[in-house]
């Protein structure tokens, strides 16, 4: 029997505290929408990241064409489509293609939300047609930016690339 080839180029491991001690590591994403990098794959166009809404209301409406699991940390949200919420401590699955609106509620005044997303983010006007996108290279874009510009360096961002 032949033994199994081992490879030397595997990227290494990702071992972080998902919820930062400093706060220049959340990447503003909107007006009180903030995300947290966790792992950007530039290979699958897969990233995970904590998302952080401080404020009530739409936080975005979009569709995913690969699919998104989830697990609340703290606060709460749901789809208007929907009529489930997403509670602390709780799960969610959304199966590709699928066009929702994010809202998070009034009595919220944080909502921490872990997601796994495989591929892009495609964000939708009223009418439903493409109003933008986010994909993995956006993502590390944003991060490599923001980084830049708050003290941290670019390269900071690269420990979450794979």
Sequence with gaps: MQPIAVSTDIPLEIAVDAIPDDDR?????????????LFINTVTGQWCNLLKVT??????????????????VKGEWKYDEHEWTAR??????????????????????????????SGAM??????GRQAGYEDAFTKL????????????????ADQFRR
């Design 88 to 117: 602390e401590g709780g799960f969610v699955y959304e199966p590709p293609g699928e066009i929702h609106t994010l809202r998070v509620p009034e009595h919220c005044t944080e909502m921490i939300t872990f997601f796994n997303i």
């Design 25 to 37: 590591v959340w990447v503003p994403q909107a007006p009180g929408v903030f995300f947290r990098p």
């Design 55 to 72: 404020r009530s209301g739409i936080v975005s409406r979009h569709r995913h064409p690969g699919i998104v699991v989830g697990y609340v």
């Design 122 to 127: 495609i964000y939708l006007d009223d009418d």
């Design 141 to 156: 874009d944003m991060c490599r930016a923001h980084y830049a510009g708050n003290g941290l360096g670019a390269g900071y």
